[in-house]
């Protein structure tokens, strides 16, 4: 069997979680990461505004792209 190797921050979150002892705790830690990242999410999304690689225009055309996978029935 292959042994994982953490990194820091994996071993610094698998440290925090080990104290969790109830469902509130578990959902007040999600919540936490969740709102952190949204939050650099965020900065990033305002600096493409800012730097002038998104625009509306490019917002716009979003709304229209599909990018999905054709999927053909195989023919019996």
Known sequence: MEATIFNPAQMKLINLVSVLNTPDELYG????ISDYLAKQLD?????LWENGTLTEEKVESFRHLHERTPYTKKQL
């Not at 830690?29 to 936490?32: E, N, R, S, T």
């Not at 900065?43 to 600096?47: L, V």
């Open 43 to 47: 900065c990033e999304i305002n600096k």
């Open 29 to 32: 830690l999600q919540k936490v």
